[in-house]
């Protein structure tokens, strides 16, 4: 990709990419940003000459971005929404006339709260959008440059300098495995630790509550297997013999589905305490208070006290 000189580069580009990413289509994201077809389709070409990149190629009745197109849009998108929130009247935020994108960082467990913030924003703000992404490493740092709006994060990890937060509750535990497992037949903490595991890779930050707990009752449990999300737990219970040690609304929505049973765990487990974050600079943002006034009561209704 040949040298770019942001003096000469138009970021209204950006805007006609953002929106062609999310539509991907010409006639829809014309349609989108109300111009005609040949706009977007001049804008498109001089992003591709500008990158060097095809950017979004036509795979039948839709376009298909490249690796370059969906690495871009990770780090325009943040940037696009910063400038937004610069340029816009900190003082007024109209929920039914706004047209602001909300990020979001939750695990995906929430997926239930992520739908029914949706459902609430629909209809109090129906042209607002929210962006949910999974935590990562550094999305404390994110928080705090105002690159993510609101997280949903353990409490027991140190916030840095500008990150303010609030205690939402916390995650209380069960023990999940396929219908009929033969553990479950005379549970004890002796048939916890006899049965091989399922676990998730949350990260090399956060010490496993469930380990620590086993070690504190002289329990340790073998590990046959890491996933990287919450979300491919179900499936693979249901096809095993093992069992997974999770937060009880990581299996709300899959626990019928897949036809598995949940027991108490069967030596003392805290619960896990979360906590809301964002960026303390951004805590008087009307739209922000907006935001955390309606998912507060929505986590907190889903998380054990």
């Known amino acids: 990709m040949k040298e770019i000189d942001l003096r000469r580069f138009d970021l209204n580009l950006l805007v006609v990419f953002d929106v062609l990413m999310i539509e991907r289509s010409v006639t829809r994201a014309a349609a989108r940003l109300g111009r005609t077809q040949s706009a977007v389709s001049h804008s498109l070409s001089r992003l591709r000459d500008q ?76 042209s607002v959008s929210v962006e949910w992404t999974a935590p990562r490493e550094p999305t404390l740092l994110d928080v705090a440059g105002g690159l993510i709006d609101i997280a949903i994060l353990p409490a027991e990890l140190r916030l840095p300098q500008g990150v303010a937060g609030e205690a939402v509750g916390a995650l209380g535990w069960r023990c999940f495995g396929r219908r009929g497992h033969a553990a479950f037949s005379q549970w004890s903490a002796k048939s916890w630790a006899r049965w091989p595991h399922l676990a998730v890779r949350v990260g090399d930050n956060l010490t496993s509550p469930v380990n620590v707990a086993a070690a504190a009752a002289g329990l340790e449990r073998t590990i046959a297997g890491w996933v990287p999300h919450f979300s491919a737990i179900a499936p693979i219970l249901a096809g095993s013999d093992l069992l997974a040690t999770l937060p009880m609304v990581a299996m709300t929505e899959t626990l019928h589905a897949y036809k598995l049973d949940s027991m108490e765990v069967p030596f003392p487990i805290a619960p896990l305490p979360h906590a809301m974050v964002w960026c303390s600079g951004r805590s008087r943002d009307p739209g922000l208070i907006w935001l955390r006034d309606r998912l507060r009561p929505i986590v907190k209704r889903n998380f054990a006290n």
């Open 51 to 126: 990158f060097g990149d095809p950017l979004l190629i036509k795979s039948g009745l839709r376009m298909q971005p490249t690796a370059f197109a969906l690495d871009l849009i990770e780090q325009a998108r943040p940037m696009l929404g910063g400038i937004q929130r610069v340029i816009s009247p900190q003082h007024i935020f109209d929920p039914s006339n706004s047209l602001r994108v909300f990020r979001i960082a939750s695990p995906d467990f929430t997926l239930t709260l992520f739908a029914d913030l949706l459902c609430r924003l629909r209809s109090e703000a129906p």
